[in-house]
């Protein structure tokens, strides 16, 4: 039974140091067409990998950092020169 506990913690500690950055921006275009058209359609952006999660209310459940790269080129493909990038778990509030 030990040897399971152990095994199974041995697992999620590799887990943690695989873990990819996630990448949190605030979509400004969507601020503005939600103002225009009186809507209120999520305008945060979780980047996780390939996959994009759109929500209103992100917690982060560990260390992270803001980067603003500055006149240089975007830090996301989306066009995004502010982000939060974090290794930690992140807890999506729809």
């Given amino acids: 039974m030990g040897k399971a ?7 999620e500690v590799i887990g943690l140091m695989r873990r990819k950055k996630t990448y949190i921006h605030v979509n400004q275009h969507v601020i503005r067409a939600n103002r225009k058209n009186d809507s209120s ?36 493909s989306c066009g995004a020169r502010v ?10 509030v729809k």
């Fill in 83 to 92: 982000v939060i990038a974090t290794e930690a778990e992140v807890e999506i």
């Fill in 41 to 76: 359609d999520p305008v945060i952006t979780v980047k996780q990998g390939t996959k994009n999660t759109y929500c209103s209310r992100v917690r982060i459940l560990g260390p992270s950092e803001v980067i603003y790269s500055g006149n240089d080129k975007p830090l996301l």
């Fill in 5 to 11: 506990v152990l095994s199974r913690t041995l697992h």
